[in-house]
């Protein structure tokens, strides 16, 4: 790219800025030691590789999806929550919210993720240990009392009964008197990813996806600024992935729920800004910053030339991002704030809109309040104490930073091909399918976790306080302990609410859910009728159950 082709591009985004900057509140950017410092910095002569490096808030977005940065808005702290009960939960919440967080993250129990009540027997021992437990609308009504479900944007951190759970949160918003219409927030949903990584499914792909169609097909027409997909790469990476691995089966899933969203005659530029991404912020520091660059590149392209986006909105990947869990270690845990705030900067300078901090305990129980505390506070030393905010993208041109980005972006390319070559008619989705089948994603993955063990055990990868640095001085830490007392009464409040319910009600909504299933009709409006009349999570999901069967991966050896 020449320099007046530079200058022209500087033009078009100092226009936009201007635009922009207006609409945003102001503040003075400059250094600790006063000096004034510009929002974006670019080449001042010819430089070959602006074309695909591209201005702040412009295609192919390797800068950011803004021209201002930061500057206009800084990302949503959404630290993730959920413990116990709905009413401990709710306190957790308000905490958050008071002490600055800007959105909320829902993290469920785990028979609430699989779709279970709290009094199924497989849910013995389970109840709030790992999240909130979550059996009914009503849960729903306790867990958000007193948080305006119409000025906080909610994520849900939840795939295989994902609909359901949003069917609850829309009834949650109406008892609240807060039309669906005005809900903003993301739901993670994600069904590919859960055959890839983390397991947790309820049917076999293709109910899921019949699902996943008409959640998407509902939000477009009702409610237009939630996000009813947030494509995880955070749970591949915590498998074992590599950060190219985790780039590329991630956007290779999110180009297959494209591919659904086309096949059900939705317009690209309508359905497509209501994906997100989710992804992991590891530990190499510059490493993750050129896949985040990366990330937005690839799908800007792809979205505009194979899948036809003429929108910038429709081109945008917006992602939420989550520090890596998987780095902390129990050993000196208090080595986990430090890895934490590095991997936080990571997703800062990588251009993330939303951002959770891991706490110090995690690898150990869930967060303490103190530990949850300190995590949200790591976000707002970063925010408020470092100026990152004040330049856009203020890696952009660094030739390390840079060769990085191309190198993610090239293998990313290249697993694109092999998963597309996998399938039967040379769509991302076919591949993708006969990936799972076949197990070509967990080997990959599993591959990968094998080489980092390796060199773990060999001592060529170091971890301060496991295989090197290991005298401490450190004390064993208080954590969190779930009381079994939370269970015992989640279970009799479940049972007291089916005791005043209209059960005539409920097997009418359940019969009406069943025979939408049947048919082509999208199954949102029944599932919302089942909720309004108290139906559980776990009764919604076995009567799917019953119908359409569950699903177990082949043995492999």
Not at 124 to 137: K, Q, R
Not at 245 to 271: C, I, N, P, W
Not at 443 to 460: P, T
Request: net charge negative; hydrophobic share 40%.
């Amino acid at each position: 790219m020449n320099a007046d082709e530079i200058e022209a591009g500087r033009a078009r985004w100092q226009a936009r800025y201007d635009a922009a900057v207006t609409r945003a509140p102001w503040r003075e950017h400059r250094t600790l030691s006063g000096m004034e410092v510009a929002p974006v910095y670019g080449p001042d002569g010819d430089d070959p590789r602006l074309e695909r490096i591209g201005w702040p808030g412009e295609y192919p977005f390797t800068r950011g999806l803004h021209p201002t940065g930061y500057r206009g808005r800084p990302w949503t702290i959404r630290q993730f929550a959920g413990f116990g009960n709905a009413r401990q939960t709710n306190e957790r919440y308000k905490m958050i919210l008071g002490a600055g967080g800007g959105g909320l993250s829902v993290a469920f129990d785990m028979p609430t993720l699989m779709g279970r009540d709290s009094d199924d027997p497989r849910a013995l021992g389970e109840v709030g240990h790992c999240g909130v437990a979550v059996d009914s609308a009503l849960d729903m009504d306790v867990l958000f009392e007193g948080i305006p479900l119409g000025d906080v944007t909610t994520s849900m951190t939840i795939s295989g009964p994902a609909v359901p759970i949003f069917c609850m949160y829309v009834v949650a918003a109406e008892r609240q008197g807060v039309p669906a219409g005005r809900l903003n927030g993301t739901l993670q949903t994600d069904i590919f990813k859960e055959y890839i990584a983390q397991k947790e499914w309820l049917f076999a792909p293709e109910p899921h996806l019949r699902l996943i169609g008409d959640l998407m097909e509902y939000c477009a027409a009702e409610i237009p600024a939630y996000k009813p997909l947030s494509v995880s790469g955070y749970h591949i990476r915590e498998a074992g992935s590599t950060a190219a691995q985790e780039l590329a089966f991630t956007l290779a899933d999110g180009f297959g729920y494209v591919e659904l969203g086309l096949s059900r005659g939705l317009d690209v530029d309508v359905f497509a800004p209501g994906l997100s991404f989710f992804f992991d912020a590891h530990i190499d520091f510059f490493e993750e910053i050129a896949k985040f660059r990366a990330a937005r590149r690839i799908w800007a392209r792809w979205m505009r030339d194979v899948y036809g986006a003429r929108t910038e909105k429709a081109q945008w990947l917006r992602f939420h991002t989550q520090t890596a869990g998987v780095s902390l270690t129990a050993q000196q845990p208090d080595n986990n704030i430090v890895r934490t705030a590095v991997e936080a900067l990571a997703a800062v300078l990588g251009g993330t809109n939303s951002l959770h901090t891991n706490a110090l305990d995690e690898v150990l129980a869930l967060p303490s309040e103190k530990a949850a505390e300190i995590a949200l506070r790591t976000q707002q030393v970063i925010m408020e104490e470092t100026e990152v905010v004040n330049v856009v993208d203020p890696l952009g041109g660094s030739w390390y930073v840079e060769a990085l980005t191309d190198r993610l972006e090239a293998e990313a390319e290249a697993t694109f091909t092999k998963i597309r070559n996998m399938g039967t008619d040379g769509t991302m989705t076919s591949g993708i399918l006969r990936g799972i089948e076949d197990g070509w994603f967990m080997s990959e993955i599993a591959e990968a976790a094998f080489d980092y063990q390796r060199k773990l055990e060999k001592g060529d990868k170091k971890i301060v306080g496991v295989n090197c640095h290991t005298s401490t001085v450190e004390q064993p830490l208080e954590i969190l302990r779930i009381s079994h007392e939370v269970e015992l009464e989640q279970r009799r409040v479940l049972a007291d609410r089916r005791a005043v319910r209209d059960q005539k009600a409920v097997d009418d909504a359940i019969a009406g859910l069943v025979a939408a299933a049947r048919s082509d009709r999208n199954m949102i409006p029944p599932m919302l009728d089942a909720v309004r009349a108290e139906a559980t999570l776990g009764e919604i999901c076995d009567a799917l159950r019953a119908e359409w069967g569950t699903y177990s991966e082949p043995a492999r050896f």
